[in-house]
C-alpha cells in the first residue's frame, strides 16, 4: 500500500479498536473561538513538583449513540498521589483525537478543524477558560509535545497544501513556528519525545520513497510490508543543533519516549502486522539492548521517573489486543501490572509522562 495518502497516515496511528469502532465526527467544526463548547473541572491545574501522565479519551456525547458526535475527554493522573482528574471536555473534530495537559503551562494544548479546511493547534486555558487558535497555516497534527515553561511546543504536523509530517517547533511567546528542513518533501517525521533532564528533543523519520518500493515489492511478492531505515535524531531545543543517534535498518519504530540518558524504543519487522518488540538506546553511545517485557502495547510507552518500571497504553494479555484495554504500569522486578485507567464506554487515544 503506497503512503502517499497524507490521512492513512493519520488514521494508521488509531489503535485497532478506534479504527473499527469510530465514525467520522460529526460534531461541528471548530470555530476561531469555541471557549463556550469546551466543558471544564472545577480545579485549575496547580503548579508542584513531580511527574503526571496526560490523558486523551474519546467517547461518545450520548454513551454509545453516535448522533451528536464524539468528545475528547481530557484528564491527568498524578503518579504520586495516583489521583485521576478530568479538566475538561474538548469537542472531537480533529481527524485524529490530540490534546495534552501542560500543568506549568496552565493549559491543555489539542487539535481542532477549523471550516472543514484542516486541523489546527488551539489551546484552553485551565484558569481564565479561555480558548485560543493558535495556527492558522497547518492541515493535520499527530504530536503534541511540551518542552519547558518558556520553551515550545513540538509537533509532528502537516503544512497546508503539503503532506510531509515535519518537525515544528511553535514559539509560544511569539506564535511563531520553525520548520525544520521545511524544504524536504520526503521525510516523515513518525515520533517524538522529549528529554527533560537534557532539554533536548527527539524525532524518528523515515523516507516516503523508499517505503513506496518497499511496498511495491510486498505486493509484487504477495508479503508483509517490510519498513524501509528509520532514523532517530538528537535536536536541542535551544539551539535546534541536531545529531543522529541510531538507525533502524528496514525496522519500523512505531513508538519512542526518552529519560535520562536512555531512549525507550518500540518497533515492528512488518507494517501493521505482527507483534512490537521492544528496546532501550543509550543516546550517547547508540549502543541498543532489547528487552523481554510480557505487555501488549505497539504505542505509548514511558519509562518511570525511578526506571523501576514502564507506563504503557495497551492490553494485559500478549495474546489478546483486546483484553483489557488501558493505561497500565508494569513493574520490572514483582512482574505485575497494575491497572490505572481502563477503556469502557469509549477509545484511550494517547497519554504521555510529563513533569509538572
Known amino acids: ?41 472545577e480545579k485549575s491545574a496547580p503548579l508542584e513538583q513531580g511527574q503526571y ?14 448522533d451528536k458526535g464524539m468528545v475528547m475527554r481530557v484528564m491527568t493522573y498524578d503518579l504520586s498521589s495516583k489521583k485521576m482528574t478530568k479538566l475538561a471536555d474538548v469537542p472531537y473534530t480533529s481527524q485524529y483525537p490530540l490534546s495534552v495537559v501542560s500543568l506549568p503551562d496552565h493549559k491543555i494544548y489539542y487539535s481542532a478543524d477549523v471550516d472543514n479546511k484542516g486541523d489546527q493547534l488551539f489551546s484552553f486555558d485551565l484558569n481564565s ?72 528533543v527527539y524525532n524518528t523519520q523515515f523516507s516516503e520513497k523508499e517505503q513506496d518500493k518497499q511496498s511495491d515489492i510486498a505486493s509484487q511478492k504477495n508479503t508483509f510490508t517490510t519498513p524501509t531505515n528509520y532514523t532517530v535524531t538528537e535536536i536541542n531545543n535551544e539551539t535546534k543543533q541536531e545529531r543522529p543517534v541510531i538507525t533502524l ?21 512488518f507494517i501493521n502486522h505482527g507483534n512490537p518488540e521492544y528496546s532501550l538506546v543509550d543516546i550517547a553511545t547508540g549502543k541498543r539492548t532489547k528487552l523481554e517485557l510480557p505487555i501488549s502495547s505497539r504505542s505509548f510507552i514511558y519509562m518511570s521517573p525511578d526506571g523501576k518500571g514502564i507506563y504503557y497504553l495497551g492490553s494485559a494479555s500478549q495474546k489478546n ?24 464506554e469509549g477509545f484511550i487515544n494517547n497519554f504521555m509522562l510529563l513533569n509538572k
Not at 18 to 23: D, E, H, N, P, T
Not at 53 to 66: C, Q
Not at 326 to 340: A, C, L, R
Open 53 to 66: 501522565l496526560s490523558m486523551t479519551y474519546t467517547e461518545y456525547v450520548n454513551g454509545k449513540n453516535t
Open 129 to 200: 477558560k479561555k480558548t485560543e487558535q493558535l495556527s492558522d497555516n497547518l492541515f493535520a497534527i499527530n504530536r503534541i509535545v511540551p518542552t519547558t515553561p518558556e520553551g515550545p511546543l513540538v509537533l509532528a504536523a502537516v503544512k497546508k497544501g503539503e503532506r510531509t509530517l515535519k518537525t515544528i517547533f511553535y514559539n509560544k511567546s511569539t506564535h511563531t513556528m520553525q520548520f525544520l528542513h521545511d524544504e524536504n518533501q520526503d521525510k516523515h517525521t513518525w515520533s517524538l519525545a522529549y528529554n527533560s533532564a537534557k532539554n533536548t
Open 321 to 344: 489486543q483486546e483484553e483489557g484495554s488501558g493505561v497500565y504500569y508494569y513493574d520490572f522486578t514483582s512482574k505485575i501490572q497494575t491497572p490505572i485507567f481502563i477503556q469502557e
Open 1 to 41: 500500500m503506497k503512503t502517499s495518502d497524507i490521512r492513512l497516515i493519520i488514521i494508521s496511528l488509531l489503535v485497532p479498536a478506534l479504527l473499527s469502532a469510530c465514525s467520522p465526527p460529526s460534531t461541528p467544526a471548530a470555530e476561531s473561538n469555541p471557549s463556550k463548547q469546551i466543558q471544564s473541572g
Open 249 to 269: 535498518k528496514n525496522e519500523q519504530i512505531l513508538s519512542m519516549s526518552s529519560s535520562n540518558d536512555q531512549l525507550l524504543l518500540v518497533t515492528a519487522r
